[in-house]
Every structure is written in C-alpha cells, then in structure tokens.
C-alpha cells in the first residue's frame, strides 16, 4: 500500500527549485510566530499598566506602540525572506 | 513590484514621491509666509491657528522625549520626517504608488537615518565619549564588544528603513491579492476595509513608530 502510495506522490510531486524555494518561503513566515507572542506580550503587560494607572494611559500607549514596532521586526524580516523566495522561483 | 529607476522611464514611486515634495514645499512655503505676516498681538485666527496649534502640540510632545537642546536643533527635521511618511503612506487613497512600497526610497530613509544620528552625536557628545561607548564599560571584553557595537551602529537605522518599506509592501500586496481574487464589484467594499486598514490606520501608525523611534535613537546616541 505505502509503495503505491509513495510512488504516486513522487510522480506527482516532483522536487524542482521554485518548489523548494516556495517551501522555504512558507518556513520563514514562521517568523510570525515569535512575533505574535512579543506583541501580545507587549500588549497584555500595557493593558495592566493602564488598569493599574489609567491617568498615564497617554504615554503608555505611545511606549507600547514603540515596542511593539520594535517586537514586530524579527517577523518583517520572515516576510522579507519570503518576498525574497518567492521571487526566485 | 517596480524596479527603482531614476530617470528613463521614471519608477512610479519615485513619481510620487517627487509629487508629494512639490506639494509639500508649495504648502509649506505659503503657509510660513502668512505666519511671518501675522501680528503678534492678536489671536490668529481659522486656518493659521489651526497650523500653530498643530507645531506646538508637536513640541510639547516631542520635549517629553528629547532634551531642549536636542529638540532645538531637531525639531524641524522630526516634523518634516512625521508630515512627509503620513502624506506618503496614505498618498495611495488618491491613487498614486505609495512611495515606501519601493526600497530605494526606503533605503534613502536610512540613510537620513544614520547621518541624523552622526550629526547629534558630533555635535552633542565627545569624540572621547564616543570611543568610550563604543569600547563598552567593561574593558577587558572590549575586543568582544566592539564589533557588536560597529554592527550596532548601522543596524538600527537599516532596520528601521526595512521596517517602513516591509510594512507599506505587505499592505500593498495583500490588497493586490484580494483585488484579483475578487470581482470589482466585490471589490469596491473589500477596498473600503483594505485602505482603512492598510493605508490609514497602519500607514499613520507607521509614520509616527518612525518618528518616535528616529526621536528615541538620538536621545540615546547622544545621553550616555
């Protein structure tokens, strides 16, 4: 059964550079995955601090702005690669 | 995307770009000489007042940052960096090519960038301080840290450069992605949501992470 099932597959999917370069594209945009938790990590903690000083609520919104654009970069660069990639193949 | 041409056939965000300079400066200039002519004794009024209230809400909000001094020297160039990239990154919703979706012009934004950051740290700290803070504290790990630090100096303002042009292209691309999914009369009410969020929403808060980033790099180059 496997070897129909492998033989199969590998007529159909054969491994040519723009494949892998696609499939290297979508392991980059994985990126997103550390960026989603600084961010949400940024948040949260901002969300506390305005609970536990809602008069300061101006300038903890600017600094959590900053940092979450300072968070978002790691996954800019995944997105870069991956343009990158996609542009090779 | 577009390759970055300069002159024959001009990129279409180079265009753009040079269309929001001369716009820019043509509404800059005249307003500056209507306020020259203002009396000072008198409350100004309608649009004027509206521009002077704009510049000095900016320069209470850019002193909680930066220290006078700096801000003296500064100010000027901070303005004009936050009013070009607000113009610029929702130039799309009158139909132009936002000029960040094109590395060169985000590159060149680096390099203001970096030469803005030199410029604060010649003219506000010592060669001496410079060297020290280079070196790192601790100076047996000197040889360690120098390097990082030389590395240091360029990245911050690359990365600020590819932050801005990352964020106008991945809005730019998932919106060509929907339009050529959908009909156009689809089209019409996913573009409504697409340049709200995109172009306004990401795009201001783009405008104003670089301002407040570009504003926080001098401080530090220049504080310790």
């Not at chain 1, 654009?69 to 790691?74: I, K, Q």
């Not at chain 2, 700096?70 to 929702?90: D, E, M, P, R």
């Not at chain 2, 990365?159 to 801005?164: A, V, W």
Request: charged share 15%.
């Amino acid at each position: 059964m496997f070897e129909t099932v492998f033989s199969t597959m590998f007529r159909f999917a054969e491994v040519t550079n723009a494949g892998l370069a696609w499939l290297g594209a979508g392991f980059a945009v994985i990126a997103g995955l550390g960026t989603g938790i600084g961010q949400g990590y940024a948040a949260g903690k901002a969300a506390e601090a305005v609970g536990r000083q809602p008069d300061a609520q101006g300038k903890i919104l600017v600094t959590t702005l900053v940092t979450q654009a300072v968070a978002e970069t790691t996954g800019l660069y995944g997105l870069l690669v991956a343009l990158i990639l996609i542009g090779k193949s | 995307m577009n390759d970055f041409t300069l002159f024959d056939p001009m990129s279409s965000a180079v265009r753009s770009t040079l269309i929001i300079f001369a716009v820019l400066s043509i509404f800059f200039i005249i307003v500056g000489r209507k306020i020259k002519k203002l009396d000072p004794k008198k409350t100004p009024k309608g649009f004027l007042f509206g521009c002077i209230m704009i510049v000095d809400g900016f320069n209470k909000f850019i002193t909680e940052y930066m220290d006078k001094d700096k801000f003296q020297f500064f100010g000027a160039y901070l303005f004009t960096i936050i009013v070009f990239l607000a113009t610029a990154n929702t130039i799309s919703l009158i139909g132009l090519t936002p000029p960040l979706s094109n590395l060169g012009v985000a590159l060149a934004f680096t390099v203001m960038t970096f030469f803005a950051i030199k410029i604060a740290e010649f003219k506000f700290i010592s060669v001496k301080k410079k060297v020290n803070n280079l070196l790192g504290e601790v100076k047996f790990m000197a040889p360690i840290l120098f390097p990082i630090n030389l590395i240091g100096e360029v990245s911050t303002p690359f990365t600020m450069g590819l932050r801005l042009f990352v964020n106008l292209l991945s809005g730019v691309v998932i919106a060509t992605m929907v339009y050529s999914v959908l009909h156009w009369t689809l089209g019409i009410f996913a573009g409504l949501f697409l340049h709200a969020v995109f172009d306004i929403f990401f795009g201001l808060i783009q405008a104003f992470v670089f301002l407040m980033l570009t504003t926080i790099n001098i401080s530090l180059a220049t504080d310790a």
